[in-house]
């Protein structure tokens, strides 16, 4: 199932810039039946087999393209958490001015005074 799903992405990550260039021509005419079998379309009904290729064959228009998701790394930066912070616990969220949100996984503290956007640095 995995290479199917696999193929099902490649194919619709590439779909635009085909389109773009060819008329679209449904996957059982593209494919041999060897390729048919070897991304498992051939298990597909005739039903879906149709769905898929009219997915397929629409080009999205960008508002219906998903948008990337964020990368993260692994490197330490700096941010500031977005409002007062008067201490946390265990699943306490606490959202960064970049939007990024992060949650305690464990333990607790309290501060002697709450502190307005105060400037955290996360390893």
Wanted: glycine fraction near 8%.
């Amino acid at each position: 199932m995995r290479t199917f799903h696999t193929f099902v992405l490649l194919v619709c990550g590439l779909a635009g810039q085909v389109l773009a260039a060819n008329p679209y021509i449904p996957l059982e005419h593209r494919l041999s039946p060897t390729q048919m079998q070897e991304t498992g379309l051939d298990t597909l009904s005739t039903e879906q087999l149709a769905a898929l290729n009219r997915v397929l064959s629409a080009s999205p228009s960008p508002s219906e393209v998903p948008a990337a998701a964020p990368v993260l790394s692994a490197e330490p930066f700096q941010s500031k958490v977005v409002g007062v912070v008067n201490g946390w616990q265990t699943g306490t969220v606490f959202t960064l001015e970049n939007g990024q949100q992060w949650q305690v996984n464990k333990g607790s503290g309290k501060l002697f005074s709450p502190l307005q956007n105060p400037a955290v640095k996360v390893n």
